[in-house]
Structures are given as structure tokens and as C-alpha cells.
């Protein structure tokens, strides 16, 4: 079974500080691993994934992610953030099968201070 | 020009009722899915339509029937709403080839009485 923990269900970052979200997976399988954005009273956007090509992943609004095989994990960052970054973020998994089931972790909250 | 458009957006109802819950996509898409978000804001699937035919369909009470009339539209029905299904409801579409590559609504804010 695949499973994805994200440590932090709220963190705190000042404006032009680093966001840095963590996220850990457990599969079977060589996963796929995926990002995605919720910003107030709307639906998911997808920031990034992962499908087994390159470790790093750039994704939209200048996030990235590394995965690390080693550690089981596919942190977020950013470099310096943005008021309008404050969100709620999830973490997934999909066994790379072909019925788009995605497993999410339980989402990490940012908070953006001026 | 809206990708995945849900309607109503926030439907309160008394405990019993039945009631649908319309989606549609006007993406050329496949394949689309149902979610659930509880208070916690955890995300499960539930339901995933494949060119009108049902692919995934978790373990959730047969009083949720989704309906899919053509590629572009996934409703669910529920019968005899409960208080626990007080919920918001995500539909979202995946390209033909990217399933997990999900596009997702805006979502209908469900309040069971």
C-alpha cells in the first residue's frame, strides 16, 4: 500500500524567508510523486511532479522539489516567499498505474508573515 | 472559459434528502473523478469515470451513485444524506495518457442539517 506523511500540518514563514515543506512517501512500487496547491475556497492546482526523470522537479511559482530515493521523502521549497504563497499544500503518490488513483497526505498549511 | 466547473457551489440540506451534484469539463478529457475533503481537509478519491465507464470506485456507501451521460460531465447522486457526508466535493479531469495529472474544480461545499 502507498501511503504519503507530510511533516507539519502548519508552518510559519516570514515574507523572502525559505519555505521549505516535507513530505515522506512509502510505496512498493517506484512512485510518482506530486505536489499540489490549494489556495482559499478553491480546487487543487498542481505545482509539480515527479515521474522518474530528473531528482529535482521545477514546478510553477518557483517551487521545487527533490526526490530522494534514500530517504524516502519529496520536500517542497522555495526560495524566498511571497505573501500570495500562503496555501494550503498536498502531498501525493500514484502507483503509476493507469486508473489516476492518487493517495494525498494530510496537507501542511503555510502561513506567510510580512 | 472555464476548465472544470461544478455546480452549486455550496448546497445546505436537511438530513434524508437526496441530492446531485453536477460537474463538467471542458478540457477534451477522459478520464474524471469525484473527491471527498473532510473538516480536516483530508482528500480521498471515491469515484473515476474512463470514457463513461466506472474505473475506481472506493469504499463508499452505495448511497453515493456518480453518473457519467458523456465524457465531458461526471454527477454524483446522493441518497439519504447523512449528517456525515457534510463535506467539500472536488471533481477533477486527467488527460488521456497523465491520469495522475489531475485538473480539478472549484469544489461544492456540502452542509448536511
Known amino acids: 500500500a502507498q501511503s504519503v506523511t507530510q511533516l507539519g500540518s502548519h508552518v510559519s514563514v516570514s515574507e523572502g524567508a525559505l519555505v521549505l515543506l516535507r513530505c515522506n512517501y512509502s510505496s512498493s512500487v517506484p512512485p510518482y510523486l506530486f505536489w499540489y496547491v490549494q489556495y482559499p475556497n478553491q480546487g487543487l492546482q498542481l505545482l509539480l511532479k515527479y515521474t522518474s526523470a530528473a531528482t529535482l522537479v521545477k514546478g510553477i511559482n518557483g517551487f521545487e522539489a527533490e526526490f530522494k530515493k534514500s530517504e524516502t521523502s519529496f520536500h517542497l521549497t522555495k526560495p524566498s516567499a511571497h505573501m500570495s504563497d500562503a496555501a494550503e499544500y498536498f502531498c501525493?503518490?500514484?502507483?503509476?498505474?493507469?486508473?489516476?488513483?492518487?493517495?494525498f497526505g494530510q496537507g501542511t498549511t503555510l502561513q506567510v508573515k510580512p | 472559459d472555464t476548465a472544470v466547473s461544478q455546480t452549486p457551489k455550496y448546497l445546505v440540506t436537511q438530513m434524508g434528502n437526496d441530492k446531485s451534484i453536477k460537474c463538467e469539463q471542458n478540457?477534451?478529457?477522459?478520464?474524471m473523478y469525484w473527491y471527498k475533503q473532510d473538516s480536516k481537509k483530508f482528500l480521498k478519491i471515491m469515484f473515476s469515470y474512463n470514457n463513461k465507464e466506472l474505473i475506481i470506485n472506493e469504499t463508499v456507501p452505495n448511497r453515493f451513485s456518480p453518473k457519467s451521460p458523456d465524457k465531458a460531465h461526471l454527477n454524483l447522486h446522493i441518497n439519504s444524506l447523512e449528517l456525515g457526508d457534510s463535506a467539500v466535493y472536488f471533481c477533477?479531469?486527467?488527460?488521456?495518457?497523465?491520469?495522475?495529472?489531475?485538473?480539478f474544480g472549484p469544489g461544492t461545499r456540502l452542509t448536511v442539517l
Open positions: 501525493a503518490v500514484s502507483d503509476r498505474g493507469n486508473t489516476g488513483k492518487l493517495i
Open positions: 477533477a479531469s486527467s488527460p488521456p495518457g497523465t491520469p495522475d495529472t489531475q485538473y
Open positions: 478540457l477534451g478529457h477522459d478520464t
